[in-house]
C-alpha cells in the first residue's frame, strides 16, 4: 500500500544537538511534500513544503528539508535545536489532488 | 486573527448515542476536511467539502456524515459511535488544493471518547 514512514517514533535531544527526522514515502510522479509541526497544547501548522525547484527547502524556525527524488525521502532537520523544538512532527505527501496522506508523526523531546 | 475553530475540544458519549462535531473559519477558504487521529497514528482523511461539493473517501465508514451549510461552518455527525470512533478529530482547511500544493490550517481538534 502507498504511505508515508517516519523512522522514530520518539526522539529525545539535548539543546544545541543536531536534529534529523526521517520521512520516506511510497509514491512514484511528481509529488508535492509537507512538514507539520504541533506544539503541546496548539494546532497542527505548517513548517515548510516542497513542490518544485531547490530541493532543499528552508522553513521556519531554522528548519530545513532535503528532498531526494532517488530516495523517494524528504528529511527534516536543524543544526541545532532548542527546548521550544519540543513537539510533534509529521511528514505528508500529496500528488496534486485533495488528499494530503500524513505521516504517523515523530515526538520530538528536546532537554534543557 | 483568521483561524480555525472546533467545538467543543472534549466530547464525551455513550456507545450508539449520536454526536455532532462543529468546525468553523474566518478564513474564507474554500475546502473543509475532517480528519481522524487516533492515538499515535497518522491523521486520516475522512472527507471534504469543495465549497458545497462533499467528497467521500472510499473507506470512510457509513456512520459519518457531513454537513456545510454556508462557507464557514462544517459539522461532523458520527451516527452511532462505536469504541472504536473514540479519536481525535480533526478540522482543517485550504484555499484550493487542485494543484496539491496548498498549505492546510488546522483546527486545534475534538477529542471523543466514547463510553
Known amino acids: 500500500a502507498q504511505s508515508v514512514s517516519q523512522h522514530n517514533h520518539h526522539v529525545i535531544l539535548s539543546e544545541a544537538a543536531s536534529l534529523e527526522l526521517g520521512c520516506n514515502y511510497s509514491?512514484?510522479?511528481?509529488?508535492?511534500l509537507f512538514w507539520y509541526v504541533q506544539y503541546p497544547g496548539q494546532h497542527l501548522q505548517l513548517l515548510l513544503k516542497y513542490f518544485s525547484g531547490d530541493p532543499l527547502v528552508k522553513g521556519i524556525k531554522g528548519f530545513e528539508a532535503e528532498f531526494i527524488k532517488s530516495k523517494f525521502s524528504f528529511n527534516l532537520r536543524k543544526p541545532s535545536v532548542q527546548w521550544s523544538d519540543t513537539a510533534e512532527y509529521f511528514c505528508a505527501v500529496n500528488k496534486g489532488s485533495f488528499k494530503t496522506i500524513f505521516g504517523a508523526g515523530t515526538r520530538l523531546f528536546v532537554k534543557a | 486573527d483568521a483561524m480555525v475553530i472546533q467545538n467543543p475540544r472534549y466530547q464525551v458519549t455513550q456507545f450508539g448515542k449520536p454526536v455532532t462535531l462543529s468546525c468553523s473559519q474566518t478564513l474564507n477558504h474554500n475546502v473543509m476536511y475532517w480528519y481522524q487521529q487516533k492515538s499515535s497514528q497518522a491523521p486520516k482523511l475522512l472527507f471534504h467539502?469543495?465549497?458545497?461539493?462533499?467528497?467521500n473517501e472510499a473507506d470512510t465508514p457509513d456512520n459519518f456524515q457531513s454537513r456545510r451549510p454556508n462557507t464557514s461552518l462544517c459539522f461532523l455527525d458520527i451516527r452511532s459511535p462505536g469504541l472504536g470512533d473514540a479519536a481525535m478529530y480533526l478540522c482543517?482547511?485550504?484555499?484550493?488544493?487542485?494543484?496539491?500544493?496548498?498549505?492546510?490550517?488546522f483546527g486545534p481538534g475534538t477529542r471523543l471518547t466514547v463510553l
Open positions: 482543517a482547511t485550504s484555499r484550493d488544493p487542485s494543484g496539491g500544493t496548498d498549505t492546510q490550517y
Open positions: 467539502y469543495y465549497d458545497k461539493d462533499f467528497n
Open positions: 509514491y512514484g510522479g511528481t509529488v508535492n
